[in-house]
């Protein structure tokens, strides 16, 4: 299983109540709150803790899709500037950040998967459906490796618990996908299980 | 206070966050704030701290993570304003 997640840094500033305590106290634990307050950049640091923890949770709610997303109960390190880790129970992901001036993107996969691909990319839509339509035939575009006529065959849809399956000649593939949209940026990353590719 | 007056307050607090004007514009109990209005789970955070405002009451965390759609959000709002 695959997650990852993007926040565009522009509409994060303006668009959430983060500066608030309250907001701290609701989504990070006190280590966390301990270390935003002192690094020198506690916006970019709250917003990169944000990123792993719904990375880590994309990929525990698809082998748990009934649970809810519970920010506070995944405990995120820092290792470096790109590499991170997320407490989850017992569970451990390791994570991947790359962030500049404008946005930041996490990911990570469980044991079991391998990343395929993973994208970043502007968006220039503005209506959701839009949005969605074109996140989407990116993604089946690249699984279906540009072949017009696998792509024709192919589709992406959200089950009742907001996880997207692929499905091609109406067949669900054993692959997983995890899609993120914030303001100007989208991003997705497709993985397949290790044992889907020993026998492939 | 009637669910009514409850789901109107409720609907000017998540209105700033929507991504969904026709779920937004339809919206009822039913209405999932996810999947229906497409907030962002950012966003939820927000629309928990303005409810909190709103009714000068205080969500846990319990209460926040199952608070996804219009009736969980007017059960949690009801069973602590008196």
Known sequence: MIGNDIVDLRLAKSAHR????????KVFCEQEQNLITQVSDPFGCLWRFWTMKESAYKVFKQT??????????????????????????????????????????SFCTDHQSNIIENQYFTIQEHKTKQISRYIYRKILLKIADHDSEV???????????????????????PISISISHHGHFAAYAIAASTKYFLTA | MNNEELIGK???????????EDAFANLSEDTDFINDLKINSANLVDVALDVEDEFDITIENEEMEKMLNVKAAIDIITSKVS
């Open chain 1, 64 to 105: 748990s899709p009934e649970s809810t997303f519970s920010p506070i109960s995944f405990t995120c390190r820092l290792l470096t500037d790109s590499m991170g880790m997320v407490n989850f129970g017992s569970t451990q992901y390791k994570m991947q950040t790359f962030s500049n001036k404008l946005f930041i993107y």
């Open chain 1, 18 to 25: 983060w500066r608030e305590q309250r907001f701290q106290e």
């Open chain 1, 151 to 173: 792509y024709k065959q192919m589709e992406l849809k959200k089950n009742e618990h907001g996880v997207p399956i692929v499905y091609y000649k109406n067949k669900k593939l």
């Open chain 2, 10 to 20: 409720l609907k000017s607090i998540v209105k700033p966050y929507i991504q969904d």
